[in-house]
């Protein structure tokens, strides 16, 4: 995997500013997160601690693997699982990662497209050869949910995005969002199993989900669906989206709500990678670098502007240690038309409320994936200074929130969280430094 370490060769600079030199500290930290997501360290982890039984000499092994990180999850299985009968990866539009001895597909995330439909076409038609003396070995990570749309007769994929943009507007959870897409696909919600019997399937998962339910991951493609299709219908009504849901897809899960979810065919998961130990790779790095660090939070979930308070109240607090970590996945409900993403939101709400804090200090949220929202930024990096820099260029950021616009924002305050596509996703993580 590739480095998104800009400041490998780190030491304390004079002429730094107090400012510039958190910045460059967050950086560091936010750099050994992604780093310790590596999908091959996890995929070669995963692989010796619980490997797959020896294939059956009359057979064929299949990997397929799923996800922002399976080109590089695969890579590392071809090492270890040399000439398999088939090998398939798809992953997204912008993960530019070349594959060799690979088939590659690329789909839209995170709202599904006509190039994610031909995949999931793609990836059952593979699993539909496959007999009991085969064996499937999928590999799967954070984003495979949206990568792989099959719906179901009567629904179409244009009906599949729209529920997926009601999702995502309505500030579900990840857990919510991905028990209704189950009711909606022939793949998700333990759907790849089904597919690939009689084949037994034994699957490697990087989790993007906090607390690291196998059921939310990607969907759950290799795991028993979290709830029903009556469960989906009670979501998208306490959500307040069930008259906007297309008909097709009311329709279906009307029609499917008194089914009960038949057992599962022959599987084994194991976690190979998560936020938690991220953050504590961040923890490492902190001390290296001479941080009085702690893990504040690995559950940083739910409404962005409560994350913010659940922020602000440790940068008021001004605790002892100077670096001060979290990890988790919030969520936005949208009310405008701007642009940006849960970390840009977070960084920028955090700044918003700061202006009776003294201390100097930086605050950073980013997504292990590079990819904030619809975006080209991983999140935003701020600091007291922010508003002032969003002011000078004649910009209201009251004004730029209250249209989820955050991504202008933070780009009129040079604050946005570059780095491009990672190859990995266990979530967001954030950083928030305190100087002494």
Do not use: C
Not at 14 to 28: F, K
Not at 224 to 242: R, V
């Amino acid at each position: 995997m590739q480095a998104f370490d800009f400041y490998r060769n780190y030491s304390p600079n004079l002429g730094m500013t107090e400012i510039d030199m958190l910045r460059t500290q967050a950086r560091l930290l936010f750099d050994a997160a992604v780093t310790a997501a590596d999908p091959a360290h996890a995929v070669r982890r995963g692989l010796a601690q619980s490997p797959p039984p020896p294939q059956d000499p009359a057979g064929r092994t299949f990997l397929i693997a799923i996800g922002k990180a399976a080109p590089a999850m695969l890579r590392e299985a071809l090492k270890a699982l040399p000439t398999p009968y088939a090998a398939l990866a798809v992953t997204h539009h912008e993960n530019d990662a070349s594959l060799q001895g690979a088939e590659l597909l690329r789909a839209g995330h995170p709202v599904p497209d006509e190039a994610g439909a031909r995949a999931a076409q793609r990836v059952m038609a593979l699993l539909s050869e496959a007999t009991e003396k085969d064996r499937v070995i999928a590999l799967i990570s954070g984003g495979g949910s949206a990568l792989l749309p099959a719906p179901p007769e009567g629904v179409s994929l244009t009906d599949k995005a729209r529920l997926n943009d009601l999702l995502l507007s309505a500030g579900l959870d990840i857990v919510q969002m991905n028990l209704v897409r189950q009711q909606v696909s022939l793949l998700k919600g333990g759907g790849f199993v089904r597919h690939a019997a009689p084949a037994p399937v034994y699957a490697y998962l990087l989790s993007d989900v906090i607390g690291d339910d196998l059921r939310a991951i990607a969907s759950g493609p290799t795991v028993s669906a979290i709830g029903t299709a009556a469960d989906a219908i009670e979501t998208l009504k306490s959500a307040g989206i069930w008259d906007a849901t297309p008909t097709s897809i009311r329709t279906h899960l009307e029609t499917n709500k008194h089914k009960e979810p038949a057992p599962l065919p022959k599987v084994s998961n194991t976690l190979v990678g998560s936020n938690r130990l991220s953050l504590e790779a961040m923890l490492h790095k902190a001390s290296s670098i001479g941080l009085n660090a702690r893990i504040v939070s690995d559950a940083l979930v739910g409404d962005v502007d409560a994350a913010a308070q659940e922020v602000l109240a440790e940068l008021i607090a001004r605790p002892e240690p100077t670096a001060l970590l979290f990890g988790g996945e919030t969520t936005v409900k949208l009310t405008g038309t701007g642009r940006g993403g849960r970390n840009q939101e977070l960084a920028l709400r955090v700044a918003m409320q700061t202006s009776e804090i003294t201390a100097k200090w930086v605050f950073l949220s980013g997504g292990t994936d590079g990819r904030d929202g619809p975006t080209d930024a991983a999140g935003g990096v701020v600091d007291a200074g922010t508003l002032p820099r969003i002011k000078a260029t004649g910009q209201d950021v009251t004004t730029l929130l209250a249209n989820n616009d955050s991504y202008a924002a933070l780009a009129a305050a040079g604050d946005l969280l570059m780095t491009r596509a990672t190859g990995t996703n266990v979530a967001d993580v954030q950083v928030l430094l305190i100087a002494p």
